[in-house]
């Protein structure tokens, strides 16, 4: 797209994020960027725009040569893709915010981008205001990138925030973060950790270069976190958090994963409430670098959406790096984590599946116990997310070397020292 060519935007959607954007273009006038047509589901609604701005008609956006841009802020998957797929077909740039949809048909969106070479932009998808995307794509070498650690959902952090630290109950927090128009319009994907690993599959493929889909990758939400875990928490000065984590690994490849985790006090992470989002990134000569913002909402997401347009007036698109320029990384599930599990019952547990159990607590009211598991074992079985058992990862829980710490454990039991 030329330099000084004016944008004109065929937007689908026009709920929080696309609202947001309608508002927030009006008052930036220096991008020369207009909204032409909106496409939408449901015309009878009262909307805060012109009339005739809407259509019910996808093809007045899609078959339009005058609109050179589509952006789609939809909340349908499948819809989405065929807006995407369709206008990059079509010759016009594409921005998205759909994250189901871009981490569902990664592999199908970077052979549309290779074939049509079109720009398809898409940093709100991954929390929100936060510039992650484009900072992974151009300032990490992947050799460099030692790990990445993140909040990636508002809403979760949000729920948390207000059960914990406000005390509120896990409904009401729930319908605060739906009032707020943090939550997805099925706040399952929030809460039970799909919008999370949509997201990190996504964002893995700009660290890393790997392209997979979410249903590879280790998750869960917080649906299982009770009150009891939080008061273990808060008894060793840490909090139960949602984080989405990947690390290189010195045998090779990346572990990954989302699940509920410890965050301890020292954590740049222990400063993110409500719904914030926020990612450390490790890397070779710079050590811990951290970013911060909201990571849901309608401005705040509108802003990255609004970035990925500018970013179009000087042809920006990811180059996908890590992918293309390097040797991609795989995931490489075999690891080890430390877990604290909670449970009502001790049969709920397969004991033997651990490799060892540090500690029990089985004369709580509510039971618990850490130990050391294989990801594998975990990917195995779903005894950890059934029967109210709620399994949560230990600060720094990644274990690669499992042998050395078998005999390391061994030596300091013969000791008497553990
Ligand atoms: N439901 C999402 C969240 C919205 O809570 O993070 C932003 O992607």
Known sequence: MSKHKELIIGMFGFGVVGEGLYKVLQQTPSLKARIKKVCIKHPDKKRSAPSELFTTDKDEILNDKEINVVVEVIDDANAAFEIVKTALKNKKEAVSSSKKMIAEHLQELLDLQQKTGRSFLYESSACASIPVIRNLEEYYDNDLLHSIRAYCNGSTNFILTKMFDENLGFKEALLLAQQLGFAESNPKLDVEGFDAVNKWTLLLNHAYGIVTSPDTILFNGIQNVTKSDAAVAKSRGQQIKLVAQAKKLVLGGVGA???????????????????????????????????????????????????????????????????????????????????????????????????????????????????????????????WKENGTSLILEPDPIIENIEERRLKKKSLELAGLH
């Open 257 to 383: 994963f989302v699940l509920p985790q410890f965050v301890t006090a020292e954590s740049p992470l222990a400063f993110v409430k409500n719904e914030y989002n926020g990612v450390v990134i490790e890397s070779g000569f710079a050590d811990q670098q951290f970013f911060y913002g909201k990571g849901a909402g309608s401005f705040p997401t509108a802003s990255a959406v609004l970035s990925d347009i500018s970013a179009l007036r000087y042809g920006y698109k990811y180059e996908y790096k890590k992918l293309y320029h390097h040797t991609p990384h795989v995931i490489n599930d075999d690891i080890y984590l430390k877990v604290y599990v909670s449970f009502n019952q001790l049969s709920d547990i397969p004991k033997e599946d651990f490799e060892w159990i540090e500690q029990w607590h089985a004369q709580e009211d509510r039971k618990y116990l850490s130990g050391v598991i294989a990801l594998k074992k975990l990917k195995e079985g779903s005894w």
